[in-house]
């Protein structure tokens, strides 16, 4: 308790540091994500044939390991002198968190009730005034768990990306395991859970926040 | 038969949920447990097949202690059918109507018998209907595979919860007739629960009301709508039991009460009616068509006769509120 | 309409287009030279690679779905709220680090690694075991039980046969993960495709990152096609219609 108390003492800033890192990596992948995954959810209902196709791939996307995708981008990004860093790292984040923002947002806009939407277009809305003022936010809580879903998967897959050089708090646990410091790697661990489960909190409740009363998920 | 011997259930010092209850249902007749929720009529109902155990008193079925059997042997020998069916989405019907069976051991040949004359019961081609899974048919026919899964080991005793209560009114209506013409002919000793007047009219030999675990009537349809013996019976079947009483009665009973009126040949439209109909379908004809008669017919198809709003009412006035024993037969 | 199957197709053959660019711009380039003048080290790696998930995959199983099975007993439905907020928790913790923190126990070797990966497939089993028990809708087991089904015999004709479902994607999940999982094994020394890649970060050579990222890629989604088509065979079927509604 005593060594971790010292411990603590000398390493908070940097763990704090390195948490922010983590969590605006994060962050700015799953803004990026959700500026492709939504608009293209919300389109790829109206065309069946295209949804079957991007699906299919955002879901291959998934399966594939996260060091395999940055031992496959190390290469291609060395093409424009970015092969290590953020840039590799923020690319894979925003292509993993793709199949479940888009996933999501597509299921939950199809399974928007239809007498819901026969009754939108009855009263005389434009498209864009039903996906607005119906559908977005009907299907807002099976989004919101998209979102959840993507962000607490980039929280766990951005500590591999310290291996290329991307920081965040994969670089506690890399440098803990190369000098052999429990230490490090427990407090490293410890703050990407702690991380995952205020970030997973935190949208739970703004979830709660913006979905009208009356939608349950 | 059936009987329970001071049954009480308590699930704490304070929660009774069936209180010293005391009856006998008979030998092949059909008692419907009746009431507002919460009132233990399930609880009553599950006591039987010990999936609800029993705190105090005895039920004893056809002279043997249910607390002396094992429960698992117990259950095998009494058919259970509850309100969602219970299908098992994993088994193809003949595996779900034949699952009972299936544990007693019964032989492939004698399954198959017993398969085929179950599903002829229910009007259901067992060669098609077989194979296919349970999602695969309608509410009303999961439900009749339901009963006839609860029929298989041709069970003495028969438990139905609330059996027809998620089918739409009319699927409901045509299911109880086919389960009646199914009783005449198989005569199980059966508890029903119902929470509705009308199905528990229709369908029961005898109606046990039950309110806050104790009984508060335990007779025969026509009884407890001419005779309630307290107040909340009365309140309970309401102020127009009069009418409801009239499904007890066929046009056959008023025939022979007072008579038929004479056939007006002058009105060519009027509808025709059946014998053995009930009083209750008859009036509602009667009310929702111009002509004020309906043409009854025999058993042979002849016509016999014709029957007014005016009889049924004169009928309804000497024979069931004056006294009330009319027979009940058909 | 017509629009619209253009688009679904040019994208379809636009993806096609960039695999294909990419395996030519990689073949060009001889990235996948080491697969083939390493021949030896690579089937040895590829080996240990797959010998990694199939152990640690079939240990997880072995004890998940029981241990799954178990907590969802009524005996034990008391601790099921506790075990499953734990299991939640544990899954949060990374990958890298339980591989890690293995080394302390178990020192350094396959061994360790195995055993790592055994741990970190238990959640994804044991929770969609539990879910998929849950699930069952309870007036089947009322039935069941109604008509004279021991406990054994609700949990492996009834229980399971609907939960099955939900427990072949738990294990495919998992066993996805750990093709992943397991090419950081390198980290304990564990062996694995891991090595390569590792190695590729280390010198920044390109040849031996695509040829160890490249093979564990199509392993992962080759494992994730065969188990879902597993899925298929195994799921019965009037079980499959319901839980795919």
Known sequence: MEQWARFLEINAPRILELTLDHALLVSLAIVVALLIGVPLGIYLTTNEYLAGTVLQVASVTLTIPSLALFGIMIPIFSLINKGIGFLPAFVALVLYSQLPIIRNTYTAIKNVNPEMRDAAIGMGMKTHQRLLRVEIPNAMPVIMAGIRTAVVLNIGIAVIAAYIGAGGLGVLITQGISRGDNYLIISGSLAVALLAIIADGLLLLIQKRFTTKAVVE | MITFNQVTKKYSSEKTAVKDVDFTVDEGKIVVLLGPSGCGKTTLLRMVNRLESITEGSIVIDNENSMDLDAIELRRKIGYVIQSNGLFPNMTIEENVMIVTDLLGWNKKKKKERFNYLMKLIGLDPKIYGKRYPHELSGGQQQRIGVVRALAADPPVMLMDEPFGALDPIIREKIQDEFLQIQREVKKTILFVSHDIDEAIKMADKIMLLRDGEIMQYDTPSKMLSHPENEFVNQFFGKDRAIKSLSLHTVRNLQEVIGLAEMDESIYDTKTINVNQDLRNTLSMLLNQEADQVIVTNDQDEKIGSITIDLVQKYLHYEIKGKMSVSQEG | ?245
């Open chain 3, 1 to 245: 309409m017509n629009n619209k199957k253009l688009i679904g197709n040019g994208f379809r053959f636009f993806i096609y287009g960039l695999v294909i660019a990419f395996f030519a711009w990689a073949i060009y380039n001889q990235y996948f030279s080491y697969i083939f003048s390493q021949s030896s080290t690579f089937l040895v790696l590829l080996r240990q690679h797959f010998v990694l998930v199939l152990v640690s995959s079939v240990l997880a199983i072995l004890i998940a779905v029981p241990a799954g099975v178990l907590i969802t007993r009524p005996k034990f439905r008391k601790a099921e709220w506790l075990i499953t907020n734990i299991v939640n928790f544990g899954q949060t913790i990374p990958s890298l680090a339980v591989l890690a923190l293995m080394i302390s126990v178990l020192g350094i070797g396959f061994n360790t690694a195995v055993f790592a990966l055994f741990i970190y497939s238990i959640l994804p089993i044991f929770r969609n075991t539990v879910a998929g028990l849950d699930t069952i809708d309870p007036n089947l087991i009322d039935a069941a039980k109604g008509m004279g089904m021991k406990p054994s015999q609700i949990l492996f004709r009834i229980e399971l046969p609907n939960a099955v479902y939900s427990i072949l994607a738990g294990i495919r999940t998992a066993v996805v993960l750990n093709i992943g999982t397991a090419a950081l094994a390198y980290v304990v020394g564990g062996g694995g495709l891991g090595v390569w890649i590792f190695t590729g970060i280390q010198l920044f050579d390109n040849g031996f990152l695509i040829s160890g990222a490249i093979p564990v890629t199509i392993m992962a989604i080759l494992a994730d096609y065969l188990l879902r088509k597993l899925e298929n065979v195994l799921v019965p079927k009037g079980a499959r219609a319901v839980s795919n509604t």
